[in-house]
Nanobody, 124 residues
């Protein structure tokens, strides 16, 4: 069982940066593949980035590649999403997720645990 709590969202101007954090509880965090998803009003939840349990594999949506970086600290049981060069279209609620499997998958249905979400708003 894993519980996830996101933080770090907020309001930022276009071109700015934010770092989201996702703190996990549970003794087996290091065995979980982690993902970040986002959902804008009226849209489906979409994959943003994922990282394998060993941090050996990362995977990004094309829309954020080169701007966002996912990384994790298994000792602190935290996964991060560094977001640079933010655009208004990045505005959404961002969710942290976990799945006890090796592969990084971009489908929400593949993830077993979810945080409550944190709002990111990028103004133009």
């Amino acid at each position: 069982q894993v519980q996830l709590v996101e933080s770090g969202g907020g309001l930022v101007q276009a071109g700015g940066s934010l770092r989201l954090s996702c703190a996990a509880s549970g003794r087996t965090f290091s065995y979980y593949t982690m993902g970040w998803f986002r959902q804008a009003p009226g849209k489906e939840r979409e994959f943003v980035a994922g990282i394998s349990w060993s941090a050996g594999t990362t995977y990004y949506a094309d829309s954020v590649k080169g701007r966002f970086t996912i990384f994790r600290d298994n000792v602190k049981m935290t996964v991060y999403l560094q977001m640079n060069s933010l655009k208004p279209e990045d505005t959404a609620v961002y969710y942290c997720s976990a799945r006890r499997a090796v592969a990084v998958i971009n489908r929400p249905s593949a993830y077993d645990y979810w945080g409550q979400g944190t709002q990111v708003t990028v103004s133009s």
